[in-house]
């Protein structure tokens, strides 16, 4: 797989994209999310298969249960609720899916999106954002949201629907499984493995080789220097158990 620079990809890809290789993308929700990512289209790129296919896109919709079709979010219009995901993808067959909900009292809700949405694994594109860099080796999987400023190192992995927000470092040899969501500036160091659908809160430190549990939250600014076990809540330095999610 190519690395990229400033969020584009090989050079020869970039220069061949025009308006006939755009990607349509609709987005999974239409909150808080959705609006930041509506707000940073410009100069983003979809990614399928790996970077090496990475290509612009126009977002042309957004699905939400709380929002009525025919209304629109900062200018994107709601083509219907989650469960219309089957319908528009069979309307729009080119355009790629984005799961575009995460919050410390929504995460939870994600993996139960996409299975409501009942959408091929390939109908799902990841949005590499300008400024993110991905090492060589690494793997990125599809639906995932990677923010200006993330780093992904050398033989990471990370796995479908997962975010990445602006300044995450995901070290090298570290797995981030799907559903997870690493907030503003959390740093994986080396090895760590983060189960399917945590949190790990803003401004986090994970020292090297720990495991962080399926769905557990790691609160902001927290310092992790122990495993944290499935769906515990932990806080502080260092970081202790607080409550269950
Ligand atoms: C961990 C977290 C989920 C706890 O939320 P909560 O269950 O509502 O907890 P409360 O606010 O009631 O606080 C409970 C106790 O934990 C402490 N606490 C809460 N969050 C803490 C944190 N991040 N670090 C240290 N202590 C924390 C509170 O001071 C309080 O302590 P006290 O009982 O001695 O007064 C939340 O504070 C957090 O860190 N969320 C992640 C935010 C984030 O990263 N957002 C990304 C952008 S959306």
Same mark, same amino acid.
């Given at each position: 797989m190519a690395p990229t620079q400033n969020g584009r990809g090989p050079a020869g890809d970039s220069e061949a994209a025009g308006p006939d290789d755009e990607r349509a993308l609709i987005l999974l929700g239409g909150g808080g999310l959705a609006r930041e990512l509506i707000g940073y289209a410009m100069g983003s790129l979809a990614v399928e298969d +790996? @970077?090496? &296919?990475a290509r612009p896109f126009r977002i042309v919709g957004a699905l939400d &249960? +709380?929002?009525?079709? +025919?209304a629109d979010v900062e200018g994107v219009p709601i083509l219907g609720k989650m469960s219309d995901a089957g319908r528009v993808a069979a309307d729009k067959p080119d355009a790629r899916f984005v799961l575009a909900i995460s919050a410390p009292h929504t995460y939870k809700h994600r993996p139960d999106i996409i299975r409501r949405a +009942? @959408?091929? =694994? &390939? =109908?799902y594109a990841t949005y590499l954002m300008p400024g993110a860099h991905v090492a060589a080796s690494a793997r990125i999987g599809r639906g995932g949201v990677l923010f200006p400023g993330v780093v992904i190192g050398t033989n990471a992995v990370v796995e479908d629907h997962v975010q990445l927000w602006p300044n995450v470092v995901v070290s090298h040899d570290c797995r981030v499984r799907e559903y997870a969501t690493i907030a503003s500036a959390a740093a994986l160091n080396g090895v760590v493995d983060v189960g399917s659908g945590a949190y790990v809160g803003s401004g986090a430190l994970v020292r090297e080789k720990l495991s962080i549990g399926e769905n557990a939250l790691v609160g902001m600014g927290a310092v992790v220097l122990r495993d944290v076990p499935a769906g515990h809540v932990v806080v502080g330095n260092p970081a202790k158990y607080l409550r269950d999610v």
């Open positions: +790996g @970077l090496s &296919d &249960d +709380g929002m009525d079709q +025919g +009942g @959408l091929d =694994r &390939d =109908r």
